[in-house]
């Protein structure tokens, strides 16, 4: 199992380095992810079907998020358990801007802002930390954040921030906004995995996997740990950020419990583990593919009133024997679709 | 090289599948407890001519699990309820000459707000709910009502007291409970007019949207009335050690406290008030003491008062609507508490299963009244609504900046007292008009 | 301020100190020993409650003797975890055990909500109350202090005076050298897993004599237990209780001087600030 996961991440690899010489572009695998996630995000768009709108909505944020978190997680090795802090705060400050009457693009810039910015000042105090701690550390940011928010007042303190419809207005309408948020998602989320491939592909990527495979041995070949790891951990800050604006503009309101909930991160973490860390199809497929079965126990009537215990088995099963996720799996076994498989 | 790509593509067919299916999946909505047959109904019907039947789906989504799950499957059963009557009632006749009965369509939105506005955009789109009632709880009612907004639906919401949700400029979105802003007013007008020497009071409350909008409402009034605030201080929502909190109050020395937040919370706050034997004359809290359960407190529970927004024992008669000048509608309260009785095994109705019926009854006078389901014409039936029901008088603000919000409903509260058995029981103690006890005061 | 106050500030954070101090233990043993950061810690201590509660309600057993069932019943069902859940990714990157523990949270919170709902329980137990100037103490609370006291003592007694509990603390020090000497590693994790479990639900046990809980209740002492962990160090049952006490007088006391909503603030910030200066715990050796 262990051998399995190695495997499957050792590097450089003769195929990693081909693609890496051809620029990341020419990477047919990058293509096809973006091509296929593309379009089913148009797919809604092309039939003007809002629910089906509304259910990708969740599926392309699950994405994109994961695909963030897989930047700090399966590419440097840090497990962070508080990652909705950044979606949070970017999402308050957002919140807080549309309402003083800023347009959505600045909100949604300022949001990544803040959300790089905490992780910079952040990452170089945590990022010290290994292992267990930095999870813990992570825990303790994100509800020392929640909490202080509750308490304060220009964010509304324990009441939020609700959004006056008039704010709709200069975009169209309510209906309109909605559709205008789902664009600007669904760029978000391609750029997320763009993003996350560029990463990966990179020397500065490779330096990060270095660090999660002997972060000792990484400083000694000469990788700069700390800034690297503090980079990572700003890039994979401000997509969430970002991501946090547009939820909470179309939900209307934003709330402490909402913006931090704990149980939202550790959600990504599964979705990453379920897809494979460390790769960047595995993220989207493992979001993806968690919230189409999330969605399917909630609505199911023989499923819902046991759909926690089955997804929580299910969960078991997956660490336990496929600890590699989907895509690592796949990679191990095919060793020659790691050209094409990200 | 060939075959590598073929299986890679059979890969990424997979994940577009995966990808699609979120959107298209067949998923089964949960029916309700109307009968089956109505579920097989065509849902084109719309145009329907002279003498057709139709049925009308009412959305919305409960939540079957976390934190709030008690609380949304009474407001659930409720709603059932008044979907059976009516359909044994033979439904309702339009003005066409269409007979429409009602079915239900709902997805368990698991107590937070993630998945609330997908969910609510399936039932209007691909279950074709006509009309929408909103989840329990402030926080997921404003996120459905957005959804209902923009569609178009008109939605009732019930179990939700927040007023902000009807100063964003809705304008088909109806509330059946009375507003937080109105929540605790009525504790101060019932102490004032027992003890008018009354001056220090506490606000202790769960720090939460909800229960803080409630407190902000409670202390400009109680100021405004001549009260000092002698301590407001507010408790982490799953705060069980209320001791350093307790202290505080001991310390400012207040003569009355008021506050709590929700179920949990509530109880174990009265709870250890009781157990630190803290000298007050008056102790009001949020939506915990209205419960059944709260009697399992035992000591501890007499002598709290709670807002609630209706009691079993609550007298909205006709002759008090009449007295009012409004139109009488529906069950009267004992009827409407034997029908759940009956209907839900022995348990006794609370306020939020009222709340349920209630949520079923406006539409139902609203489709009557407009004699069709048009979504204007039942718009402009809210609009003018102003009836007594069982659950208290009904009448909606039609103002601009605060369109929908209920203005005609008023809190009843409830005080524990002693029974003749010794163990503890509920009684309306303010309006003077519902009143079934005298206020227990001081209460300590 | 008047002494008196602060006394009552005083007593009730210790009160709560022992309590946190205890419900802290199970995690941190099993933290310290097994190196597994254990996330279904809460929904155990919220099992341990319902344990308690049905014996008592049920079958009318006085709450401590049910204690020493609900104990039984966790000692079993930790060996059941591990085995199932944890032995299999035992050597794995953290992120495995993580999850493995999450996933038996998601699994016994299904379970609970679909058994019990998530509405409030309340047991009607009391031992009376002693009342001291301003400051009135419940009898349930006093034993509970006293329970973790003695609850302390037999886990150091047993860590540090018996056999068994040498391997343990050899296995927390240096699982391949332990296994080297002839100790059976597994065997010893699962144990410890099942201590864990046992502590974990004996704490709820306790909390529900006093408290009223649901089935969620476990959450916020699985947090508290973090930081406890951090404060007082892992695996030694006295670093716990320290950890604990501390916890609970500084959430005694600040609260006197600032508004109440602000001291969570702090204690997260607190907790930031050890793990970043001294990661082991304040009481913890260096690693």
Redesign the interface.
Known sequence: MKDQQQSSVALPLPAGRAAYALGVWRNPGLWLVLAVVGLVGAYPIITNQAATREAIFTTLLSIALASSLNILLGYTGYVSFGHVVFFGLGGYLGMYLLNSGVGLPVAVLAGGMIAGLLAFLLGSAILRLRGAYFALATIGINEAMRTFISNFGPFGGPTGISLNFAVYKPYGGAAQALWLTYYSLLSLTLVAIVLSFQVKHSKFGLGLRAIREDEDAAEVMGVITPRAKTWAYVLSAIIPGMAGVLFFFKNGNIEPLDAFRLHFSIELLVMVMLGGQGTVLGPVLGAAGYQQLRGFLLTNPTFKDYQLVLAGALLLLIVLFIPAGAIGWLRARFPRLRRVLP | ?KH??S??TA??IA??L????????P?????GGAESSATTAPAAATTAPTGATKTVIIGYTAS???????ES?RQSNGLNLWIKQINEAGGITLSDGTVITFDTRS??D?S????V???Y??L???DNADFLISPYSS?LA??S??IA???GRIMITTGAASD?TY????TLVYQAYTPASRYLTGAIDALKQQDPNVKKIAIVHE???F???VSKALRAYAEAQGYEIVLD??????T??F??????V??AAPEALLGGGH??DG??LA?QIA???LPLKFLALLVAPPEP?FA???DAALGVVGPSQWETQAAFSEDAAKALGVEWFGPTGAEFVSAYQAAYGGEEPSYHAAGGYIAGLILQRAIEQAGSLDTEAVKAALDQMDVMTFFGRIKFSTAAESHGLQEGHEMVYIQWQAGADGKPEKQVVWPNEAQTAELLYPVR | MNPGFLLAYLIDGLLIGFVYGIAAMGLTLIWGVMNVINLAHGPIIALGMFGVYLLYTGAHINPYLALLIVAAVGLGGGFMIYWIAIHRVINAPHLSTLLATFAVNMIIIGLGTAAFSTSPYTMDFSLGSLTLGVVTIQGTRIVAALAAILVTGGLYLFLYRTATGKYVRAVANNRAAAELMGIPSARILALSFGLGTLLAMVSGGLIATFFPFTILSGGAYELKSFVIGVLGGLGNPLGALAGGLILGLFEGIIPAFVPNTWVPVFEFLLFVLILLVRPTGLFGAKR
Request: glycine share 10%.
């Open positions: 090289m590598h790509g299986l890679m890969i990424l994940l577009a995966v990808l699609a299916g979120c959107g298209s999946a998923q089964a909505p949960t029916s079957n699990t976390g934190k709030l799950n008690v499957n997805y368990d698991e937070n707000k993630d998945r506005q997908e969910l955009s399936r209007i789109n691909e926080g404003d996120a009502a957005v907004e923009q569609y902000d100063t964003k400029g809705y720090n939460d949207k229960s803080s909008d201080e507010g408790y982490d929502s799953n069980t050690d001791g350093p909190i307790i202290n505080k001991l310390q179920f949990q109880t174990t709870k157990e630190k034997q359960s399992d407190l035992g």
